[in-house]
Every structure is written in structure tokens, then in C-alpha cells.
């Protein structure tokens, strides 16, 4: 079993930054692929950005060069930077992991960017 618990979320004004941290715990060697994904009032949950165990990323389109993922693989902990934030990134910010074959994820961090 795996347990992912995010921290980092809260208030912040537009163009502001906010670090999402997201730590793994339970019994597994290591992960293939950790991520972020973010769901917004009304809207489906959406893909920000994902790592893989080995260091390659990848992020939705619209958020490259505000965003950015990176992992301690030794904490088997992942983190999300995000700057220049929007009205529009307001949303739950879900971590995720594939560990094995399965995917887990945390029970989420709401991110509000408002003035």
C-alpha cells in the first residue's frame, strides 16, 4: 500500500508562487512516474506535469515555463513550483504515483489564486 499526502497549497494573489509537496510513503521499493494533476470547479481533472523516476518530465502545454516538477527520488517526494500563477490555475492539485502497475493518489491541496 501507498500513501501520498500533498502539503503546500493555500491562497496566494496572481502572480504569485506557491511550492506543492507531495510525499510517499508505505511499503514499495521505488515509483516509476509521480505527477501533479488539478481539478477545477466544473471541469474534469487534468494533467499539470509528471516525472519519472529517471528525470524525464512532462507538462501540459499551457503551463510550460510557469510550472516546474521535480522529485527527490531518496524522499520518494515530489514537488510542484509554480509561478505567475492565474485565476485560472485555481483548483484541487492531486498528486499521483504508478507504482508497480497501479496508480495511487492524495487526497488533494486546493490552490485559490484570487486578489
Known amino acids: 500500500q501507498v500513501q501520498l499526502v500533498e502539503s503546500g497549497g493555500g491562497l496566494v494573489q496572481p502572480e504569485g508562487s506557491l511550492r506543492l509537496s507531495c510525499a510517499a510513503s508505505?511499503?514499495?521499493?521505488?515509483?516509476?512516474?509521480m505527477g501533479w494533476y488539478r481539478q477545477a470547479p466544473g471541469k474534469q481533472r487534468e494533467l499539470v506535469a509528471t516525472?519519472?523516476?529517471?528525470?524525464?518530465?512532462n507538462y501540459a502545454d499551457s503551463l510550460k515555463g510557469r510550472f516546474t516538477i521535480s522529485s527527490d527520488n531518496a524522499k520518494n517526494t515530489v514537488y510542484l513550483q509554480m509561478n505567475s500563477l492565474k485565476p485560472e490555475d485555481t483548483a484541487v492539485y492531486y498528486c499521483s504515483a504508478l507504482v508497480g502497475a497501479r496508480y495511487y493518489w492524495g487526497q488533494g491541496t486546493q490552490v485559490t489564486v484570487s486578489s
Open positions: 508505505g511499503s514499495f521499493f521505488s515509483f516509476s512516474v
Open positions: 516525472t519519472t523516476n529517471g528525470g524525464n518530465t
